[in-house]
């Protein structure tokens, strides 16, 4: 098991790799992010754990999830399974759900 001060390292890599991902400057260009929404913007954290990046950290999605905890850019729902969104509606609603194939359809044009 690692030390707490690797886990809490590691937990403050996978908060900024998250606040990442949903940077407008991630957003903007991140189909497949998108396309993991709902309609509300969450997203499972699960699936975020799952991003090849915060994998790496070796955290599983609860860590993951408390991560981003006072986050200014993300708040998290501890539904089951917890998920995740913007904090922001105004930027929630610049960047809605996409569908992939709708995507691959605007990038073939």
């Known amino acids: ?18 606040e990442y991902y949903f940077s407008a400057q991630n957003l903007c260009h991140d189909s497949f992010l998108r396309s993991r929404m709902d309609g509300d913007g969450w997203v499972s954290v699960q699936d975020i754990a799952e991003f090849p990046r915060v994998q790496r950290l070796g ?17 998290v729902s501890w539904d089951k399974p917890p998920r995740a969104r913007l904090r922001s509606s105004e930027q929630r609603s610049a960047f809605p759900r996409v569908d992939l194939d709708e995507a691959a359809q605007g990038q073939d044009r």
Do not use: F
Request: aromatic share 0%; proline share 6%; charged share 25%.
């Open 1 to 18: 098991e690692a030390p707490p001060d690797l886990i809490k390292i590691r937990e403050q890599q996978a908060r900024h790799q998250v």
């Open 59 to 75: 955290l599983d999605a609860g860590a993951v999830a408390a991560s981003m905890l006072g986050s200014a850019v993300v708040e």
